[in-house]
């Protein structure tokens, strides 16, 4: 099992941005690959981004493919999430989340964060 917490939500501007951290402890921590979820008041839980366990292949979703950029830091047990060009429709809880694959389906990742509010003003 991953433990996960993420940091770095906030209030911004549209145009602006937000760099979001998740920290990992758990000895398999590096085994994993990392996903990055968010979910609108309403809507349901939505691919972001993931990136594999060496850090060497990311994935993205449309909508934020060019704005958004994932990366990790194994030696610090940390992903990142680097969000620029935000725009209000990108407005959600943020979550972290570990799997044995890559997956565009939450039910596919085992372990979550508790999240991190993203509210982007226009």
């Known amino acids: 099992q991953v433990q996960l917490v993420e940091s770095g939500g906030g209030l911004v501007q549209a145009g602006g941005s937000l760099r979001l951290s998740c920290a990992a402890s758990?000895?398999?921590?590096?085994?994993?690959?990392m996903g990055w979820f968010r979910q609108a008041p309403g809507k349901e839980r939505e691919f972001v981004g993931a990136?594999?366990?060496?850090?060497?292949?990311?994935y993205y979703a449309d909508s934020v493919k060019g704005r958004f950029t994932i990366s990790r830091d194994n030696a610090k047990n940390t992903v990142y999430l680097q969000m620029n060009s935000l725009k209000p429709e990108d407005t959600a809880v943020y979550y972290c989340?570990?799997?044995?694959?890559?997956?565009?389906?939450?039910?596919?990742?085992?372990?979550w964060g508790q999240g991190t509010q993203v509210t982007v003003s226009s």
């Open positions: 758990g000895r398999t921590y590096t085994s994993y690959v």
């Open positions: 990136v594999s366990w060496s850090g060497g292949n990311t």
């Open positions: 989340a570990a799997g044995y694959s890559v997956s565009y389906y939450s039910s596919e990742y085992d372990d």
